[in-house]
C-alpha cells in the first residue's frame, strides 16, 4: 500500500505541530522555572521536531473514504 502525502498540509501541520509543543508542553507546563537555554536545547529540540513531522506525516497522509 502506497501512502500519498499532501506537502502543503505537511509543512503547515508540522509547523503548527512544532509551535504547539513549544509553547504548551514547555512554556506553559514549566511557567515557574521558564528557562530559554533548555527549551530550545538541541536534545529537547531534537524530540519536539521529531514529534511534529511525525504527527504532521500522519495528519497529512490520512485519507478521509468517500462513502458511496
Not at 512554556?27 to 511534529?52: M, P, R
Request: glycine share 2%.
Amino acid at each position: 500500500m502506497k501512502t500519498k502525502i499532501n506537502w502543503k498540509k505537511f509543512i503547515i501541520s508540522s509547523i503548527s505541530i512544532f509551535i504547539a509543543f513549544v509553547f504548551i508542553a514547555d512554556v506553559i507546563i514549566d511557567f515557574k522555572n521558564l528557562d530559554w537555554h533548555k527549551i530550545f536545547g538541541f536534545e529537547n529540540l531534537f524530540w519536539k521536531i521529531l514529534a511534529a513531522l511525525v504527527g504532521a506525516f500522519f495528519y497529512s497522509s490520512y485519507k478521509v473514504e468517500k462513502k458511496n
